[in-house]
């Protein structure tokens, strides 16, 4: 069973305009929630993360916003820059620390 | 470069060998981590380390698969009598303690033949 869902494998988005990434999961238990970008060849690359009794953290032109009640979260990047073309997991922590990662979004910026 | 390093990065091996991957993480990291990424998947856990204390393994992880993490600083990944399943990325990452997220090296990927 899939505890982190990303449902949208892949998402295309203009130049400046604001790419919304959206992430679900199963688990009430986890602590914290994390978004790592991976670019091809490359291992990912943490971006960002928000604690569970956060709803919001930003950092820059990202934010990650939390709703617990629906067990969603998001990240928004404004504006989009064609350097954020990229393959972006959700991901989730319990507190031993190991990581539980979502299939991924695809999110192509278009000139 | 003082990020983590993966040893070789690209593999290919013939059903039935036994194949070894090394991962130097970054200087100081106590934790180190092993996933597994398959084709439209997203890395999948498969074991870690504190210092040389291999803390968990996934169920993931089967007896033909092997972690060791001798001196606390670099690991290797054996998997032995590989199977065509056994294709995939395997990534290291590491951190230098409980709450700093993890940082990933390029990662090997196998293709078992």
């Known amino acids: 069973d899939q505890q982190v869902k990303q449902n949208s494998p892949s998402l295309s988005v203009q130049e400046g305009r604001i790419s919304i990434l959206n992430c679900d999961y199963t688990?009430?238990?986890?602590?914290?929630f994390l978004w790592y970008k991976k670019y091809p060849a490359e291992g990912p690359t943490f971006l960002i993360s928000?604690?569970?009794?956060?709803d919001k953290n930003e950092d820059g032109r990202f934010t990650v916003f939390l709703n617990k009640s629906a067990k969603h979260l998001s990240l928004h990047i404004v504006p989009s820059q064609p350097g954020d073309s990229a393959v972006y997991f959700c991901a989730a922590s319990p507190e031993d620390d190991k990581i539980i990662f979502g299939k991924g979004t695809r999110l192509h910026i278009l000139p | 470069d003082t990020g983590v390093s993966q040893d070789p990065r690209h593999k290919i091996t013939k059903r039935g060998q036994n194949v070894t991957f090394r991962c130097d993480p970054i200087s100081e990291h106590n934790r180190l981590y092993w996933y597994r990424q398959t084709l439209g998947q997203g890395p999948e856990f498969l074991t870690y380390f504190q210092n040389e204390a291999q803390l968990e393994k996934s169920r993931l992880l089967s007896d033909r698969f092997s972690a060791e993490r001798p001196k606390g600083s670099f690991s290797t990944l054996e998997i032995q009598r590989t199977e065509q399943g056994d294709s995939a990325m395997y990534l290291c990452a590491s951190s230098p303690h409980v709450g700093v997220w993890q940082f990933f090296g390029p990662g090997t990927r196998l293709t078992v033949l």
């Open positions: 928000i604690s569970s009794i956060k």
């Open positions: 688990n009430s238990m986890f602590d914290y």
